[in-house]
C-alpha cells in the first residue's frame, strides 16, 4: 500500500523531475512559496529578511515529504487526503497556513536561532488540522472583500468620470486628472451619480 502510494505520487501527483535532476521543480516550488509569502503575509516576510532566516530551508522538506515528517500522523493523513484529490498546491495552502497560524508568535521573537527553530518544530504540534483550513479560508475571504472592493471603486471610478464629462463646461479632463481626485465621496453621491447617469440614456 505505501509502495503503491510513493509511486502514485511520484508518477501522477508530481511534476516529473520533482525528486530527480537536482529536485529543479521541487526548488522552483520554494520560489512560488516565497513569492506567495511575499505577497500574503508581508509582515512576516519582512520580518524573516531582517533576521537573515529562508524559510524554504524548512518548508523544502515539507514539500518533499508531504508533511509526512512534519505534521502529526493524524493531521498528516487528513492532509494526505486533501492532497490526493487537490494535488500539490495543497502544499502551497498548508504552509502559509501554518505560518498565518503562528505569524504573531513569530513577529514577537527576536532571536533567529530561536525563529528558525520554532519554525521548524511547530508543525509537530497541529494535532487540529482543520484550524489550518479555516485559516485558509479566512485568508481567501479576504481576498475575495478585497478584489469585491476593487471592482466596486472601479465601477465608481467610471461613473464619476462620466459625470465629470457630462458637466464640464471646460476643456475635457484627462483620465490622469481623474485619478488624482479624492475618492472620499459618500454613498448618496455615487448614488446621485448612477442616477444622473440613468437619466442620460
Not at 514577537?108 to 489550518?132: G, R, W, Y
Amino acid at each position: 500500500m505505501k509502495f503503491q502510494y510513493l509511486v502514485t505520487v511520484i508518477e501522477k501527483l508530481m511534476p516529473s523531475r520533482y525528486f530527480s535532476d537536482g529536485l529543479s521543480a521541487a526548488q522552483a516550488d520554494q520560489l512560488v512559496l516565497k513569492e506567495l509569502i511575499q505577497n500574503k503575509l508581508p509582515l512576516l516576510n519582512e520580518h524573516l529578511l531582517s533576521n537573515d532566516i529562508d524559510v524554504t530551508i524548512v518548508t523544502f522538506n515539507w514539500f518533499l515529504t508531504l508533511f509526512i515528517d512534519a505534521l502529526p500522523t493524524e493531521s498528516m493523513l487528513r492532509i494526505i487526503d486533501v492532497f490526493l484529490f487537490e494535488g500539490r498546491k495543497v502544499l502551497f495552502r498548508v504552509s502559509l497556513s501554518i505560518l498565518k497560524l503562528y505569524e504573531r508568535r513569530i513577529l514577537s521573537m527576536v532571536d533567529p536561532v530561536t525563529i528558525f527553530q520554532f519554525i521548524k518544530e511547530v508543525a509537530k504540534h497541529i494535532f487540529n488540522v482543520e484550524e489550518l483550513f479555516k485559516v485558509r479560508e479566512k485568508r481567501e475571504k479576504k481576498e475575495r472583500e478585497r478584489e469585491r472592493d476593487y471592482v466596486e471603486l472601479c465601477d465608481f471610478e467610471k461613473v464619476l468620470l462620466l459625470t465629470i464629462l457630462s458637466h464640464s463646461q471646460e476643456e475635457t479632463p484627462s483620465l490622469a486628472n481623474v485619478s488624482r481626485l479624492p475618492l472620499s465621496f459618500t454613498k448618496s453621491t455615487r448614488r446621485d451619480s448612477n442616477k444622473r447617469e440613468i437619466n442620460r440614456h
